[in-house]
Structure formats: structure tokens, C-alpha cells
């Protein structure tokens, strides 16, 4: 099966081209010296296993967490090994800000629920290369306890923020921002449920996008 459209030409280990093309069956001239051509099934069973191969010194050793992944390695699904752990996989963000961020929280397109219990946040989940909760490493932000629709810890006098402001989160009085929130396509929405940053659009717009991560100084 040739796969609709042009997707690549890549120069494997040297010395062989790779082309997946709808329209015709050939070797572009490349860079590459032999002209060793794979198509189809063929093709994409290739750019699989050459790409386990790219960055190989990726993946050596036991990095404690993202901060210590090489610096040119690419953003990407990588094991690390806190203290006291045997290891698991996190997303590394290698590009912003200096790169070595840990992420913990994704947000794209709704298709993760997010209106979770306790066990849910706190062994995490989703995918890490789209939308994901790592899981509960954080149990306070700023002083704050984290809380979901069955488990309180929130400072309101009356009732659980999470049942009025769905999802978990670092309550106080509730919130000012709740990036868990419900995902709505539309915005502006006209209750306070969803994804959203007070400060900046308002409780009433729930945002599309949002990316958590956490470095070691």
C-alpha cells in the first residue's frame, strides 16, 4: 500500500533512501550514495525502526528526571528514574525556555476526560504525547491541597470546589484558574466551568491549549 501523499525522503544510517509517494514509485537523488529504495508497508515499517535509532544516546542511562536528558536531544516519551522509584515514562520538553521540563499536564482537543476522582489523578492519565495527567507529584501548590470531586481538601467553608468548578485542582475558596477543567469547543462560555485563567481571559473563556511543566532549578 503506497501512502496517499508524499511523507519523506530520509537517509537511513548512511547509504539508503526511503520515499513513500501516491502518485509515482522512485528514488529522488539524495545525498544518500546507493540507491536502496522502500515503498509502501515496506517504507513505513522502516522510518519505525529507524527512528528508535536516531537518537539512541537518548535513552542511556537513568536520567533522575528530564533535567538530566542531553541537551540536543529532541522533545519526546523518555524513562526516568526518581529516588525510591523503578522508573517511568514522562514527556520531555527539550525546546522552551532553555528545554528539560517535565510535563505533567496536557490539554489540546477534549479528548481525555478530565473530570476525574482521586485514584485517576493521582496514578495519572491520558497519553503522554497528547492529552495527559502524569499524576499527583504535586500534592501542594503555594500552600494549597489538592482536591477533586471525592476528595475535599479545599479551604471552602461550605461544599467541595470541585463539584462547582469541575475537575481537581489546587483549590483555596475555590479559584482563580482551573486548567482541568471541562473542555469546551466554544468559547466564550457562560459558566465558570471550564478551562480557563481568570487573569487573563476571564472565567468565562475556556481556553483550547494548555501545557503544565515543572524543572529542577
Keep these: 500500500m503506497i501512502i496517499s501523499a508524499l511523507i519523506t525522503i530520509v537517509c537511513l544510517f548512511g547509504n539508503a533512501k526511503l520515499q513513500t509517494n501516491s502518485s509515482r514509485q522512485h528514488c529522488v537523488p539524495s545525498r544518500c550514495h546507493t540507491g536502496v529504495c522502500f515503498y509502501g508497508k515496506a517504507a513505513e515499517r522502516i522510518l519505525v525502526l529507524a527512528k528508535s535509532d536516531w537518537y539512541p544516546e537518548c535513552h542511556k542511562g537513568q536520567p533522575h528526571d528530564c533535567n538530566d536528558i542531553p541537551d540536543w536531544c529532541p522533545n519526546g516519551v523518555y524513562k526516568v528514574y526518581p529516588r525510591y522509584t523503578t522508573g517511568f515514562k514522562v514527556y520531555c520538553e527539550m525546546k522552551i525556555d532553555g528545554g528539560h521540563w517535565t510535563v505533567f499536564q496536557r490539554r489540546e482537543n477534549g479528548y481525555v476526560d478530565f473530570l476525574r476522582g482521586w485514584n ?24 494549597y491541597s489538592f482536591s477533586t470531586r471525592d476528595q475535599d481538601n479545599d479551604n471552602a467553608p461550605n461544599g467541595n470546589c470541585s463539584t462547582w468548578f469541575p475537575g481537581g485542582w489546587w483549590y483555596n475558596r475555590c479559584v482563580t484558574a482551573n486548567l482541568n477543567g471541562v473542555y ?25 491549549n494548555s501545557v503544565m511543566m515543572l524543572r529542577r532549578l
Excluded at 466554544?186 to 476571564?202: A, D
Aim: aromatic share 20%.
Design 120 to 143: 485517576d489523578y493521582k496514578h495519572g492519565f491520558g497519553y503522554l504525547k497528547h492529552e495527559f495527567w502524569l499524576g499527583n507529584s504535586l500534592e501542594h501548590h503555594n500552600g
Design 184 to 208: 469546551f469547543i466554544r468559547t466564550p462560555v457562560l459558566e465558570h466551568r471550564g478551562v480557563y485563567w481568570r487573569t487573563w481571559k476571564g472565567i468565562n473563556y475556556s481556553l483550547k
